[in-house]
């Protein structure tokens, strides 16, 4: 097989890996008519859960459902959650918790149960993208006409807002403030006095993802070890073939492809696993091989596809720039300190406290950049987003740092024992001792 054929079949593997995990993730999204945001629909390895945190609550306990005997009770401070497992005929469906009761609901029960609503229009906990044709004449028959009442709507750039009065005699109040990227209800206060004085204010904490099955998620892990392994495979044969220093723009395309496959896999693969991943770890010896542009263009390539089919939803441009300029800026730092370090023995104990160190301090600046952007995207207050988000970096800052200190120095040693980097890229060369010259 000549150079140019084996370098087309290192190129050809890569494109197929990379298309078969972004079509096995796109798929159960793109298949369906999105009537609401990508993020919000389930497929076979995830579910969305939404959460909000109660902020005010009434003292009585409230039955769901006329004649269901389902009663449930809440304090300010506890959560209510929405988990979508289901998209059928333009409904969400789903379970709903609120204090003490989980139950099986669709979106529009949640609404009206919760005077999340202006009877007969049902917006409830998300609503359709198309509201501002279709729901706005909904909304105003149903304040105007059904309910004898005032309407209020306010459009930002980023929110809408109902606010509703009852009629000068009317039994409800409504306040309902709507994202207009995502369709999620951000904050929301209703009361309705009737019989009791029912009240309920929420505000809009996160989404996470659900894992739905253990056994898709061990054959998705086994399926990208798997590619991953036969990838590394083909480029350590591709590379040992050359003994020659001279870089090809061949080599480098097919060497930037793969690495941004494993990357990429990392992530598709641990993607039911919140804040667990592999990519930071997969750009950060990226660059620590092979130097920091190879780093940077592993990083950009690999969160550019990763963010446009990304499971946890739809790309967000200031959240996905965010990611993308964090992961970047990892693979340029993984370059630097390989530099830092070449030549030291693989006994060195700095093998395993820096790897460590930088997996800590990069992990913390990735989160960081990443909530800023989410707050200032949500108009959500730093702090909230922190507190909301500090359960998930306890999990993300503790595994990368393991990761890191595990797969530098073990990596770093087969690759210059394979003598990739004397060869093909000479930035990373083994340093042995001098012989003796006869006198």
């Known amino acids: 097989m000549t150079e140019s054929m084996k370098t087309k079949t290192i190129i050809g593997f890569s494109i197929i890996f990379i298309l078969t995990s972004v079509l096995l993730w796109a798929q159960p999204i793109t298949a369906q ?10 497929n076979a390895f995830s579910t969305p859960k939404l959460h909000w945190r109660i902020t005010n609550v009434t003292d ?27 998209i059928a005929n333009d409904e969400l469906y789903g379970l709903c918790t609120i204090g003490n009761l989980t139950l099986p609901v669709n979106d529009s029960q949640i609404a009206a149960e919760l005077v999340f609503s202006i009877w007969p229009w049902f917006p409830g906990l998300i609503s359709h993208l198309d509201w501002n044709t279709v ?21 930002t750039p980023t929110t809408k807002s109902y606010v509703y009065h009852q009629g000068p005699w009317g039994n ?10 995502s369709g999620i209800l951000l904050s929301a206060y209703t009361e309705f006095f009737f ?42 044969t591709r590379l040992r073939s050359r003994r020659t220093k001279k870089r090809t723009a061949a080599i480098r395309v097919a060497l930037i492809a793969v690495l941004a496959a494993l990357a990429i896999g990392g992530n598709y693969a641990l993607s039911a696993v919140p804040n667990i991943e592999l990519s930071s770890v997969m750009v950060f010896l990226s660059g620590f091989l092979f130097g920091p542009i190879i780093g940077a263009l592993v990083a950009f390539i690999a969160m550019l596809i990763y963010q446009l089919w990304n499971p946890w939803g739809a790309f967000i441009p200031p959240i996905g720039l965010a990611v993308i300029g964090c992961t970047i800026f990892i693979g340029i730092v993984g370059g630097i300190l390989g530099k830092a370090m070449q030549g030291l023995d693989y006994s060195d104990s700095n093998w395993f406290l820096l790897p460590i160190l930088f997996g800590i301090l990069l992990t913390l600046f ?74």
């Open 172 to 181: 409800q109040n409504t306040t309902l403030v709507y994202d207009l990227g």
């Open 135 to 155: 729901d706005q004449d909904a909304t105003d028959a149903a304040a105007t006409f059904f309910m004898n009442g005032s309407l209020d709507i306010t459009t």
């Open 60 to 86: 009585e306990v409230v039955e769901f459902g006329f004649g269901s005997g389902k009663f449930w009770r809440a304090q300010a401070g506890q959560a209510l959650t929405f988990e979508i497992q289901e």
């Open 195 to 236: 019989l009791n004085d029912y009240h309920l204010g929420i505000e809009f904490i996160t989404l996470t993802q659900t894992p739905t099955s253990l056994t898709t998620f061990v054959f998705v892990v086994i399926f990208a070890v798997v590619l991953m392994i036969s990838m590394f495979c083909i480029i350590v």
């Open 33 to 42: 008519n999105c009537s609401y945001a990508p993020g919000l629909y389930p």
């Open 366 to 439: 990735f989160d960081l950049v990443t909530n800023f952007a989410y707050c200032f995207t949500f108009g959500i207050p730093f702090i909230v987003v922190l507190i909301t988000g500090l359960p998930f970096m306890m999990v993300h800052i503790p595994s990368n740092a393991v990761l890191f200190c595990l797969l530098t120095q073990p990596v770093t040693q087969a690759v210059h024992q394979l003598q990739l980097n004397q060869h093909a890229f000479p930035q990373h060369t083994i340093k042995t001792k001098k012989e003796d010259t006869p006198a």
